[in-house]
């Protein structure tokens, strides 16, 4: 999801392709790291980013070392930690992305090659031998991957380019398709809050069909990114529940008899609803046992194969070099990765009795904050939550039903309010000339102008500014991908002030959405009270604070830098059997950092809850101005 990098925000920007560096580029861009800490996760000026934590001291004794890889929008990242869960060191590598409207697409092989690169960089610099290396797991975007036969990349491209086989996650180019399956009112769109989105796969793939049936007649295999990852690495296709369930219609409840993980290798995918796969116009893929989108699933962390295959493990350039027969686990998306990285990151007062330990995750809800948020919380039962996705089941937590909201840009939004603003240029020379991320110059001059203006307190300046943050639609809970950003207030002004509480009240926007989808899961069976926040924008103050206030509920952050990453690295760990279950590897590897509470100045809390009821009507003024213009042109 995140690294370190110099973008605007810390969310993940489109990156341009990996290029070789000297040691004296790579120490120049220690130095640029330094100065815009906090930033987005990746550039494209720089390839690759390294950090390494204190603890990745050499020892003269054998230790067991997990390696997590996660391939974010913009970045392949590697990260390894010890048996404590303490990242010991981790690298980032760009990859290349084309964006053209509504469509975003990648290349798989790219992407191999910076995975390639970031893990023997992180190895390096954390001093891990290939042999420390005792399991490993992949975290990704949930993006669409083409393959022939051979494995090679089939286009998935208006261009022809046999490069660009992968449809990104916040592609939208599926709306209309989309929205005829919607039409149909299936009962397997229960499965997710009623309605698919554009982002899944069945829109995708049926865009697919209808417009490059070349493409589609040679695609043997479909996958999600990261069970491609997972396929490249140990040449078996099975997939995760995860990526099937949650992006696929896959129905994992299917499953439920198998009442123990251990039983869950090579599962017949007996979660298809082939009837559904016909109406909607996808029945040639029930062909051959569904061989083309997955055969058998298992639980995420399941040992897959043989383990890391000969060809994946040798030491040539795009190859990991590493030990043949490594553990590999079944995968995760991204943003389940982090939950997986972060949901038992708890202090010791907030623990539960070992008997009520199960109930208390309920009460979580994960931020997984980079270039668009995810909102992740799981159940013991399932609860069917319109406009939020699922109940999927054993999609993050096996045996537990997950359901899971988003917003499609925050990071990404922040980037474009401050990027598309006249000042700038200017505030990030500012920041640079300080040695201060942007966002740090951000918060000074709020401070300064909340001292100036004689203001209780910095969220008030924003009284006479309100955002709606739908600039890419919104995805829960009220899962109209036709929605628009809105903002209230915009004046003549250009100056850097007029950017701050542009920044600010964006961030206040995004925080009212996180509070809509809170208070939507509460009011259909969740019992939501405190949140755990990780990614990119966990690391930004302001924001977690705004949120903070907002929701009024404390937020967790992890002791650890990079819990998506340790979420894939916890998947390496339960397939080397160091754990007999997922959740008992995250209780062990979960480490609890810094807890942010709301606010406890009343007037913090009524100026939110104004500003809260603005924000739900400006998407009503929105719906009732789309059905006048709709029925002016009739």
């Known amino acids: 999801m ?60 054998a230790r067991s070392v997990f390696l997590g890889i996660d391939v974010g929008t913009g970045s392949a990242r590697a990260g390894l930690f010890d048996e404590d869960g303490k990242l010991l060191g981790s690298s980032s590598s760009s990859i290349q992305i084309w964006k053209d409207g509504d469509s975003v697409e990648q290349s798989s092989t790219d992407i191999w090659h910076a995975i390639s690169a970031a893990v023997k960089a992180a190895c390096s610099l954390a001093k891990v031998s290939k042999e420390e290396v005792k399991g490993m797991g992949f975290a990704a975007t949930c993006s669409l991957v083409a393959v022939d036969a051979d494995g090679s990349p089939v286009t998935v491209s208006w261009s022809g380019d046999s490069r660009r086989n992968i449809i990104v996650w916040m592609d939208h180019r599926a709306v209309e398709q989309a929205e ?25 793939l049926l865009w697919v069909k209808e417009n490059l049936p ?25 997939r995760s529940l995860c990526t099937t369930v949650c992006k696929w219609t896959y129905l994992g409840h299917a499953h439920m008899q198998l009442n123990n993980e251990k039983d869950s290798r090579d599962m017949e995918a007996c979660g298809w609803d082939d009837d559904f796969l016909e109406e909607i116009g996808l029945g040639d893929l029930v062909d051959g046992h569904h061989a083309k989108i997955g055969r058998s699933v298992a639980f995420p962390g399941h040992p897959l194969g043989s383990g890391l295959t000969p060809t994946a493990a040798k030491a040539r350039y795009f ?15 991204d943003a389940h990765a982090g939950g997986v990285g972060v949901m038992e990151s708890v202090p010791v007062t907030y623990s539960e009795p070992k008997e009520c330990d199960g109930e208390a995750l309920c009460h979580r809800m994960v931020l997984v904050c980079g270039t668009s948020t995810c909102h992740m919380v799981v159940s013991r039962d399932k609860l069917f939550i319109p406009g939020v996705w699922g109940p999927y089941w054993s999609a993050m937590v096996p045996e537990y039903w997950l359901t899971e909201g988003g917003q499609s840009a925050t990071g990404a939004l922040l980037d474009h309010i401050i990027e598309s603003h006249l000042a700038a240029p200017y505030l990030a020379n500012h920041a640079a000339s300080q040695c201060i991320s942007l966002f740090e110059l951000l918060k000074k001059l709020l401070n300064i102008m909340m001292h100036d203006l004689k203001r209780p307190f910095v969220a008030s300046l924003t009284e006479d500014m309100h955002v709606l943050p739908d600039f890419h639609g919104n995805r829960s809970p009220n899962a109209d991908p036709k929605a628009k950003g809105m903002v209230c207030g915009l004046t003549l002004d250009t100056s850097q002030n007029q950017l701050a509480l542009q920044y600010l009240a964006t961030v206040q926007g995004i925080a009212y959405g996180t509070r809509h989808i809170v208070e939507h899961c509460n009011a259909n069976g969740h019992k939501i009270d405190t949140i755990l926040a990780c990614g990119g924008l966990a690391k930004n103050a302001l924001f977690i604070q705004e949120h903070a206030d907002i929701i009024g509920c404390p937020i967790i952050l992890p002791r650890e830098s990079e819990p998506v990453l340790l979420g894939a690295a916890i998947l390496g760990a339960v397939a080397a059997r160091k754990y007999s279950s997922l959740h008992e590897a995250m209780k062990a590897l979960n480490a609890a950092g810094q807890v942010i509470h709301p606010s406890k100045d009343p007037r913090v809390k009524k100026y939110h809850d104004a500003k809260y009821r603005i924000f739900r009507e400006l998407y009503e003024q929105q719906l009732s101005h789309r059905s006048l213009m709709a029925q002016a042109l009739a």
């Open 2 to 61: 995140s690294g370190k990098g110099r973008g605007w925000s810390d969310s993940a920007p489109l990156l341009a392709h990996q290029q070789s560096q000297s040691q004296k580029q790579h120490q120049q861009q220690q130095h640029n790291l330094r100065q815009f800490q906090g930033r987005s996760s990746s550039n494209s000026h720089s390839s690759v980013s390294l950090e390494m934590t204190s603890s990745a001291v050499p020892t003269a004794t």
């Open 180 to 204: 005829r399956i919607n039409s149909r009112n299936s009962t397997v769109l229960q499965y997710c809050g009623g309605a698919l989105s554009p982002e899944m796969q069945p829109p995708k």
């Open 214 to 238: 070349e493409s589609w007649s040679m695609v043997f295999r479909w996958m999600d990114l990261s069970d491609w990852l997972s396929y490249r690495a140990t040449g078996d296709d099975t």
């Open 319 to 333: 190859e990991l070099d590493l030990v043949a027969g490594i553990p590999v686990g079944t995968s995760l998306i």
